[in-house]
C-alpha cells in the first residue's frame, strides 16, 4: 500500500471502514463529524491530507441526505486542504432507484448526486451494484462499480445446496444479468425469473415464473431489499409454483418499515446480504434468517489496485473460483 494514501470513515459506514483498513495495513485517519442542532453538518479532517491520496468511505444509506451531505462537505474540506486525488468509496448509492423519469415531472436524481460529487470535487467514484448499471455513465470521472454477487454465489456454494436441484431465480426482468452472473458461478445452474407488476411505489404483485422451479431449491439474487413486499411476494409464488427451500442473496440490506417482520413470517430459510449498509443491533434482533457477508476483502483489494494501477477486476479471481478455500462470512 502507497504510504502517502489516508482513509477516511464518516458516520455510516465506520465498522466497514475499519475493517478495510485492518486489511490494508492502516490506520483509519482522524476527522471530526459535527450535526449542529439547526441541522447543519461539519466534517474537518484532523490531519494533514496535503498531496495525498485521500479515500472516504460512506455509503449513502438512510438517513440519505444526511450521509450523503457529510460526503459532499468531507470533499470539499478535503479539496480546500490541498488533497492530491479524492477517492468517494460509496458502497451504496444513494437516489439510485430515481435513475429515470418514470413520469412526466419527475427528476432522475441519481444524476443529480452524480453531479453533486464532481462538482463538490471527487476524483473517482467506486460503488457495489448501483441499481442502474448506466447509472456510471452520469460521471465524466473514473467509477468503479464493483459486485457482491461473486461473494453471495461464494456463500451459497459453502451451504452444499444440491445442484441437481437448484435453480437461480431473478425477481424481475431488470436482474436476468445478475442471475446469470450467480448461476455461472453455479456451476452453470439454471435460472428462472419472477414476472411482477409494480402498481404503485413499495407495492408488487408477482403473477407468474419463467422456468422450471418445482421442487427446486431456489435462489433468489437481487441488489437492494427494501421494505421486503418484493421478495417475500417472489417467494411466495415460488412456493405456489412448486418450489422447495427458497435462500436470498441481497447486496444491499435497506430494510425500511416491517421488512425484517415480512422476511421472518415468509417462505424463506435465509438471506444473505452484505455490510454495504450497517445492520443494526435491533434490526438483528428481528431475524434469524439474516446473515452478513463482509465486502471487506474486494473494496480494500480495490482501493489497493487503484494505488497501484493495477487491474480492479482481478479482485474477483477467488471468488469467481467455484472451490473457495475462504468464507466471506462476517
Known amino acids: ?46 490531519e494533514t ?10 455509503s449513502t444509506c438512510p438517513p440519505v441526505t444526511e450521509h450523503l451531505m457529510e460526503v459532499l462537505v468531507c470533499i470539499d ?92 431465480v431473478s425477481p424481475d426482468h431488470g436482474g436476468v444479468v445478475r442471475a446469470r452472473r450467480m448461476a455461472t458461478i453455479m456451476h452453470n445452474a439454471p435460472i428462472a425469473i419472477i414476472d411482477k407488476r409494480r402498481p404503485r411505489p413499495n407495492e408488487v404483485e408477482a403473477n407468474s415464473v419463467i422456468g422450471d422451479v418445482k421442487g427446486k431449491n431456489c435462489i433468489i439474487v437481487d441488489d437492494i431489499c427494501d421494505t421486503a413486499g418484493s421478495l417475500c411476494a417472489a417467494s411466495r409464488i415460488l412456493k405456489d409454483f412448486g418450489a422447495k427451500d427458497i435462500y436470498v442473496g441481497i447486496t444491499h440490506g435497506v430494510f425500511s418499515r416491517d421488512a425484517l417482520q415480512k422476511i ?3 417462505p424463506i430459510k435465509e438471506i444473505a446480504i452484505t455490510d454495504t449498509i450497517p445492520l443494526s443491533e435491533e434490526k438483528k434482533k428481528l431475524t434469524t434468517k439474516v446473515t452478513v457477508l463482509s465486502m471487506a476483502d474486494v473494496l480494500a483489494e480495490t482501493i489497493d489496485a487503484i494505488q497501484n494501477h493495477t487491474s480492479v477486476s482481478r479482485v474477483y479471481d477467488r471468488y469467481d473460483d467455484p472451490t473457495p478455500d475462504e468464507s466471506p462470512v462476517k
Do not use: C, W
Request: hydrophobic share 45%; aromatic share 6%.
Open 1 to 46: 500500500m502507497v504510504k502517502e494514501t489516508v482513509l477516511f470513515a464518516l458516520t455510516s459506514s465506520t465498522d466497514l471502514a475499519a475493517s478495510i483498513a485492518k486489511k490494508l495495513g492502516l490506520t483509519l485517519g482522524r476527522i471530526k463529524v459535527e450535526h449542529f442542532a439547526d441541522g447543519e453538518i461539519m466534517v474537518t479532517p484532523q
Open 49 to 58: 491530507v496535503r498531496g495525498r491520496s485521500v479515500f472516504i468511505i460512506q
Open 77 to 168: 474540506a478535503l479539496k480546500r486542504a490541498s488533497a492530491g486525488e479524492i477517492n468517494v468509496i460509496m458502497p451504496y448509492y444513494g437516489y439510485a432507484r430515481q435513475d429515470r423519469k418514470a413520469d412526466a415531472h419527475q427528476p432522475i436524481t441519481a444524476k443529480l448526486v452524480a453531479n453533486l460529487l464532481q462538482i463538490a470535487g471527487a476524483d473517482r467514484v467506486v460503488t457495489v451494484d448501483l441499481h442502474a448499471a448506466q447509472i456510471q455513465g452520469y460521471f465524466d470521472i473514473p467509477i468503479d462499480d464493483l459486485t457482491a454477487v461473486p461473494i453471495l454465489s461464494r456463500y451459497m456454494l459453502d451451504k452444499k445446496i444440491p445442484l441437481d436441484d437448484l435453480v437461480v
Open 264 to 266: 421472518e413470517a415468509s
